[in-house]
């Protein structure tokens, strides 16, 4: 059974740091990505690495202040935010996907629940 599990969100005054974990079993992902989705918004792309965990991606509005990274070796993926703003509450889930394709691909075929990040200004 494919599973992607989230862990490390919770909450962190503004300008501080979370490190966020997605730990995956039954698949083999070539490609990891983040997303968020705040209340009332859209879900909005954040991060994504591909396999060999030297390409990576993110969206300009966390650029400088978010680095994600993967240990293949765990199946796990990481989100490092530091400098975290208020704008950057959310609902973050992590997304994989099996398809050899681009990182700037949108679609991911498998999700996980979702961690709780809330920053407080």
């Known amino acids: 059974q494919v599973q992607l599990v989230e862990s490390g969100g919770g909450l962190v005054q503004a300008g501080g740091s979370l490190r966020l974990s997605c730990a995956a079993s039954?698949?083999?992902?070539?490609?990891m990505g983040w997303f968020r989705q705040a209340p009332g918004q859209e879900r909005e792309f954040v991060a994504a690495i591909k396999w060999n965990g030297v390409s990576t991606l993110y969206a300009d509005s966390v650029k400088g202040r978010f680095t994600i990274s993967r240990d293949n070796a765990k199946k796990t993926v990481y989100l490092q935010m530091n400098s975290l703003k208020p704008e950057d509450t959310a609902v973050y889930s992590c997304?994989?996907?099996?398809?050899?394709?681009?990182?700037?691909?949108?679609?991911?075929?498998?999700w996980g629940r979702g961690t709780q990040v809330t920053v407080s200004s």
């Open positions: 039954g698949r083999t992902f070539y490609d």
């Open positions: 997304a994989g996907r099996t398809r050899m394709t681009t990182i700037q691909d949108p679609r991911y075929d498998y």
